[in-house]
């Protein structure tokens, strides 16, 4: 059986600039390297799934500071396609063979652009969608990042039935994003292959805890994913494990 995981995070180190830098998520040290720097090789020999936890490049919305994670037409920016263009390469290495994206349309255009450089087919997987923030939906008004900040700390305080009105609670997002996670796994588990997953950073601090061993919420908040950052995760025995990442 498949173990899901949210324990405590010990890391040491800290990034910057075009290299790489060492640190300790439980008791596994991996390696942490900089969008700039050349993802390492594959280690030849092993039969481990991966799964390529991609975020998108920035958005107009990022750029504007609205809440824009449903459907709104927030496209990605010039700097955005190229940082996709970046993550391209920057997965070239691990020779993925399959695409997952979310249907917001800055995670579909990081797809369109990852797919075609690499010839991969790409799909949408619902699973993948950034959580949806109620009635903040389209708004960049401090009110409603105060809001949306509160909420945060809810969640983090244990309250995980909490939510925006007419939004997703932590509870929903996990409820959506686990079961795909484990069908994955139950899927391409035994095999050598490599998945591409391109979502959000939200999703992902808030729902990676409940899949990867030895990563909390904490965690992610002190390390948020970057504008087309990638985590590397690797099935070891029953647990997905954390083996490196692009800032």
């Known amino acids: 059986m498949w173990a899901r995981y949210a ?4 890391a040491a180190g800290s990034g910057g600039g075009v290299g790489a830098w060492a640190t300790t998520v439980g008791t596994m040290e991996f390696t942490v390297l900089a969008a700039g720097a050349a993802a390492p090789r594959p280690q030849g020999g092993t039969s481990r799934m991966k799964l390529l936890l991609a975020r998108h490049g920035e958005s107009v919305a990022n750029v504007l500071g609205v809440i824009s994670n449903r459907d709104l037409s927030h496209p990605l920016t010039e700097q955005g396609r190229r940082q996709a263009a970046g993550l391209a390469e920057w997965v070239r290495a691990y020779a993925p063979t399959r695409a997952l994206a979310s249907p917001v349309v800055r995670a579909r255009e990081t797809a369109e652009i990852v797919s075609a450089a690499l010839g991969v087919p790409w799909q949408i997987a619902e699973a993948l969608r950034e959580y949806d923030c109620g009635i903040l939906e389209g708004r960049g008004d401090e009110a409603a990042w105060a809001e949306h900040r509160a909420l945060a700390e809810e969640w983090l305080a244990g309250h995980g039935d909490r939510r925006i009105t007419g939004g ?3 509870d929903d ?4 994003f686990v079961p795909f996670i484990e069908g994955l796994v139950r899927e ?3 095999t050598p292959q ?12 808030w729902a990676l805890p409940a899949v990867l061993r030895g990563a909390d919420a904490a965690f992610f908040e002190a390390h948020p994913f970057g504008y087309a950052g990638c985590w590397v995760a690797e099935l070891r025995g029953d647990a997905l494990v954390c ?3 692009r800032e």
């Open 7 to 10: 324990s405590h995070v010990n």
């Open 168 to 170: 997703e609670s932590l």
């Open 173 to 176: 997002i996990r409820a959506r």
């Open 188 to 190: 391409y588990g035994p």
């Open 194 to 205: 490599t998945l591409l997953l391109i979502g959000h950073g939200g999703l992902y601090r």
């Open 243 to 245: 083996v490196g990442w």
